[in-house]
């Protein structure tokens, strides 16, 4: 990327990002900061419209900036909309099998669709390179000390909060935050688990950033779409939905 167009898309940003928290301050301040009631008329309406504005274009931000950072927007996955293997008929180049580490997950763009590609000896495995439970990278973060994990029992493990699932078929076997996990990783499994149930369990009116149904937080991985693989010439070719 030119050094141009990077100093272009965070200015954009940050103005972006400063006009929402504008507007949430204003709606903050207009909701509780009222003013003499006999001089000043009702702001309540004009709170809440400019707080559900704030908070919708910070919502908004995140689901654009989040791809920039190799991040997506925390929405769902759903297990019933996993595609069966007949359908993924659009073959996409994976490399060449002798690039892959045995055993190490790696995280492919492939027509641009996040794929988990896992070698286990002479055989390939593909699967959705975001986790089913927060859509996270399964592979972790470049550059940062979140890494892919060596498949286990013939598992992978997301190296955010533990989930676990079959690299073959993609079913979860180990849900996020066990009691294991989070005495392991103190930061990761310990305080975000509590975060998690916060967030969840606190009732919509009385939520600081209330989050609609369909977008919160779960503490629950669902079973993963996997995809075929066929090996040829030492190339792996991986199945997409067309
Ligand atoms: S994002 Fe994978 S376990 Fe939470």
Same mark, same amino acid.
């Given at each position: 990327m030119?050094?141009?167009?990077?100093?272009? %898309?965070?200015?954009?940003?940050?103005?972006?990002?400063?006009?929402?928290?504008?507007?949430?301050?204003?709606?903050?301040?207009?909701?509780?900061?009222? %003013?003499?009631?006999?001089?000043s008329s009702d702001n309540t309406l004009g709170g809440i419209l400019f707080l559900v504005l704030g908070l919708t274009s910070m919502g908004l931000m995140q689901v654009v900036v989040s791809?920039?950072?190799?991040?997506?927007?925390?929405?769902?996955?759903? /297990?019933?909309?996993?595609?069966?293997?007949?359908?993924?008929?659009?073959?996409?180049?994976?490399?060449?099998?002798?690039?892959?580490?045995?055993?190490?997950?790696?995280?492919?763009?492939?027509? /641009?669709?996040?794929?988990?590609?896992?070698?286990?000896?002479?055989d390939i495995y593909?699967?959705?390179?975001?986790?089913?439970?927060?859509?996270?990278p399964m592979a972790g973060l470049p550059g940062s000390p979140i890494k892919a994990m060596a498949i286990q029992?013939?598992?992978?493990?997301?190296?955010?909060?533990?989930?676990?699932?079959?690299?073959?078929?993609?079913k979860a076997v180990?849900?996020?935050?066990?009691?294991?996990?989070?005495?392991?990783?103190?930061?990761?499994?310990?305080i975000q688990s509590k975060l998690w149930n916060l967030i969840q369990f606190i009732p919509m009116p009385y939520q600081a950033f209330p989050v609609p149904k369909f977008a919160r937080p779960s503490m629950n991985a669902e079973d993963m779409q996997t995809y075929p693989v066929k090996v040829e010439d030492g190339e792996i070719l991986v199945g997409l939905p067309r």
């Open positions: 030119s050094p141009a167009l990077a100093v272009l %898309g965070v200015s954009i940003l940050g103005t972006w990002g400063l006009a929402s928290i504008g507007m949430i301050a204003a709606g903050i301040i207009m909701l509780f900061f009222p %003013g003499d009631p006999t001089t791809p920039l950072l190799g991040l997506d927007a925390p929405v769902p996955f759903r /297990a019933k909309d996993n595609k069966a293997h007949a359908k993924l008929t659009r073959w996409a180049k994976a490399g060449l099998v002798r690039d892959y580490t045995d055993g190490v997950p790696k995280e492919m763009r492939l027509r /641009a669709q996040r794929v988990l590609v896992t070698r286990r000896g002479d593909a699967m959705n390179a975001l986790c089913s439970h927060a859509r996270l029992d013939g598992c992978v493990t997301c190296p955010f909060h533990g989930a676990r699932f079959e690299v073959s078929s993609g180990r849900q996020p935050f066990t009691s294991q996990w989070n005495n392991d990783h103190p930061l990761l499994g310990g």
